[in-house]
């Protein structure tokens, strides 16, 4: 992808997710968003330094149950003055994780990935690829890299791979919106252990009634995403 097509995308990402307080409502109210809220912080409670990537300005779990999180996104993506304390936001992408951000014992990646899309497919996984990397250097010795993404059947993604091109290119154009592609939660644990993790976990998150499908509040049941929380260590 060139520079201006990955200007674009990231443009398309701030300017629908960057102080979207629909979306953050959504994310407070949604059922399946209160229960990943209670899976997330469960998880992550107790870590010292957290590294959240594509926070998207609405932090799904409890923050005060963590010492410090630095806050990474394309933009601030909310307002300075209503982040919790022990929050600093920082600007920058996960496909570059700023030097400057390092010695995390946890790194979070919630909802993120389906967002790194490329020109095609390929670029999709060798962003998948590159993100994963890049955590691994962000990381301190023994860190985790917890990822929370929302994954879909080989059925589902082979189809998903043929339409891509064209999908992506309507989406882009008409919807406000910016193109996404899921993959499957195989995939993503392959790509873990390449890159080195260990102790990989993957748990099937319950969902509730509704999910957002593209920004919209859509009834579970019509979709085939299913919800996972990988967790792995370096
Ligand atoms: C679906 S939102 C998730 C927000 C939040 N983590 C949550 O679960 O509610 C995706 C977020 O990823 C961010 N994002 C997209 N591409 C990114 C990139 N290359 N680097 C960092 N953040 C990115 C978007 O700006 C957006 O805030």
Redesign the pocket.
């Known amino acids: 992808m060139n520079e201006t097509d990955k200007q674009n995308i990231?443009k398309k990402?701030?300017d629908f997710?960057s102080k979207n307080l629909n979306y953050q409502n959504n994310?407070n109210q949604i059922d399946t968003y209160k229960i990943l809220y209670n899976e997330i912080t469960e998880i992550i409670k107790g870590s010292d330094l957290l590294l959240d990537?594509?926070?998207?300005g609405?932090f799904?779990y409890d923050t005060t149950k963590v010492n410090k999180i630095v806050g990474?996104?394309?933009d601030e993506?909310i307002e300075k003055n209503s982040i919790p304390k022990n929050v600093k936001l920082e600007i920058g992408?996960?496909?570059k994780i700023p030097e400057k951000l390092n010695n995390f014992d946890t790194i979070l990646f919630?909802?993120?990935i389906h967002?790194?899309v490329g020109k095609n497919v390929n670029e999709n996984i060798d962003n998948l690829n590159r993100c994963i990397r890049q955590s691994k250097k962000a990381l301190s010795k023994n860190g985790r890299l917890i990822i929370v993404e929302s994954c879909v059947p080989k059925w589902f993604y082979n189809i998903e791979k043929v339409v891509f091109k064209p999908t992506s290119y309507l989406i882009n154009k008409f919807m406000k919106h910016p193109p996404a592609f899921q993959f499957t939660k195989e995939i993503i644990s392959d790509c873990l252990i390449r890159n080195g993790f260990k102790n990989i976990n993957v748990k099937k998150v319950k969902q509730g009634k509704f999910i957002l499908q593209y920004g919209i509040k859509f009834p579970t049941i019509l979709t085939p995403v299913e919800t996972i929380i990988f967790s792995a260590n370096i």
């Open positions: 990231n990402n701030i997710f994310i990537v594509g926070h998207g609405s799904d990474l996104d394309l993506m992408s996960a496909l919630v909802m993120l967002h790194l």
